[in-house]
């Protein structure tokens, strides 16, 4: 079955870096397009980043421009995000979300979900 | 940015009730929406895509609709399990956004 698993998180002092991990089976990574979304403690949904099964596309929340990238290996099954600079406000469960669709990026949904994975930037 | 309104904010309800949750979106999105279950703790599990279309294995008490800018979630006779909170989401344009959330309480 498909399955989605994220690690990396942590605590982290506001303004370093921490890279989180979502490693993928059950399905062939390597042409579905994955999805970043957080949830800041006691809020809503937020849709970070995506990007396109081959990597040659992506699109990111204004909120994280410019500090966090999105990535993959499809070698390795493994989707990544980098965070740089990080803030109080990024402080949240980051989860990893499988695009419906094959090698499209676009007007489709994400039903798969992983177990999310929890970033604390405090000092 | 496409913003996505839910309402109402929090709901108490009865187990056997029926009850809709509305979601409008500030412009058309076509039926490019989706319905989203949240328990405490746990991910999101997808209920509903493309506005009416029931995600495998998901019960039948759950029924969407709408289009353009107006969406509905039903749950008819409500069972213990269904009590979470909820939240649509537009995926018709990037940044892909979510409703704020309704969270269905027992009465």
């Known amino acids: 079955q498909v399955q989605l698993v994220e690690s990396g998180g942590g605590v982290v002092q506001p303004g370093r870096s921490l890279r989180l991990s979502c490693a993928a089976s059950?399905?062939?990574?390597?042409?579905?397009?994955m999805h970043w979304v957080r949830q800041a403690p006691g809020k809503g949904l937020e849709w970070v980043a995506v990007i396109s099964y081959d990597g040659s596309n992506k699109y990111y929340a204004d909120s994280v421009k410019g500090r966090f990238s999105i990535s993959r290996d499809n070698s390795k099954n493994t989707l990544y995000l980098q965070m740089n600079s990080l803030r109080a406000e990024d402080t949240a469960v980051y989860y990893c979300?499988?695009?419906?669709?094959?090698?499209?990026?676009?007007?489709?949904?994400?039903?798969?979900w992983g177990q999310g994975t929890t970033v604390t930037a405090s000092s | 940015d496409i913003q996505m309104t839910q309402s109402p904010s929090s709901l108490s309800a009865s187990v056997g009730d029926r009850v809709t949750i509305t979601c409008r979106a500030s412009?058309?999105?076509?039926?490019?929406l989706a319905w989203f279950q949240q328990k405490p703790g746990k991910a999101p599990k997808s209920l509903i895509f493309a506005a009416s279309n029931l995600q495998s294995g998901v019960s039948s008490r759950f029924r969407g609709s709408g289009s353009g800018t107006y969406f509905t979630l039903t749950i008819s006779s409500l069972q213990p399990e269904d009590f979470a909170t909820y939240y649509c989401?537009?995926?018709?344009?990037?940044?892909?956004?979510f409703g704020q959330g309704t969270k269905l309480e027992i009465k």
């Open positions: 989401q537009q995926y018709n344009s990037y940044p892909y956004t």
């Open positions: 059950g399905f062939t990574f390597s042409t579905y397009g």
């Open positions: 412009q058309g999105i076509s039926n490019n």
């Open positions: 979300a499988k695009i419906d669709i094959v090698l499209t990026l676009y007007r489709v949904g994400m039903g798969v």
